[in-house]
Structures are given as structure tokens and as C-alpha cells.
């Protein structure tokens, strides 16, 4: 069975950085889009950031874009988030993504909280 499973959230001060890894299993990794959502409290979970399966092709949120690096390693069936220059704004749990016909997986979520 699919299981997406997060790390490296916590606490960190604004202007810092973190990164967040996704361990996939239980489907071809090589060949699926993922993706990274975050949701803070009180709001929608939105887009962060998606990266195609060999990961040649990267997209980012206009909030997040410049500051924040998705990449993989195929090898490691692993996606990675690098969060730079963290604002108290990108505070939210955040979530990797898959989707494998018909369902849309999700994992279980690593909070990230920006605050001094």
C-alpha cells in the first residue's frame, strides 16, 4: 500500500531554514508527480510546490517561489522540501502528496513553526 511518511519540521527562528523529507513507499516513485501542501490553522490547504518524476521540472508557489527548493532522490524513493528565509507566515503543518489512480495519498504531516 502507499504510505508517504514526513520528517524535519520544528521550531525555528524567522530568517532560518529548514528541511523537510518525504519517504514514499508502496508505488512506482520514479514514474508520479509529488508534491508538497502545507495547511496553517484556520486556513485552506494550498499548494507549496510539485516536481515531475524525474525531477527535471519544478513549480512553486508565487509565495514560497525563491525561497523554497523541492527535489527528489529516485534512489531513495525520497522528496525533499529546502525552506530558506522562513517568514512566521509559512507556519503550517506540512504535507507530501501523491496521487495513484483513483486515490490521492497523503502523508501524516510534520509541523513547521517560524517564531523568535
Known amino acids: 500500500q502507499v504510505q508517504l511518511v514526513e520528517s524535519g519540521g520544528g521550531l525555528v527562528q524567522p530568517g532560518g531554514s529548514l528541511k523537510l523529507s518525504c519517504a514514499a513507499s508502496g508505488f512506482a516513485f520514479r514514474n508520479y508527480f509529488m508534491r508538497w501542501y502545507r495547511q496553517a490553522p484556520g486556513k485552506e490547504r494550498e499548494l507549496v510546490a510539485s516536481i515531475t518524476g524525474s525531477g527535471a521540472i519544478t513549480n512553486y508557489a508565487g509565495s514560497v517561489k525563491d525561497r523554497f527548493t523541492i527535489s527528489r532522490d529516485n534512489a531513495k524513493n525520497t522528496v525533499y522540501l529546502q525552506m530558506n528565509s522562513l517568514k512566521p507566515e509559512d507556519t503550517a503543518v506540512y504535507y507530501c502528496?501523491?496521487?495513484?489512480?483513483?486515490?490521492?495519498?497523503w502523508g501524516q504531516g510534520t509541523q513547521v513553526t517560524v517564531s523568535s
Open positions: 502528496n501523491v496521487d495513484v489512480s483513483p486515490k490521492r495519498y
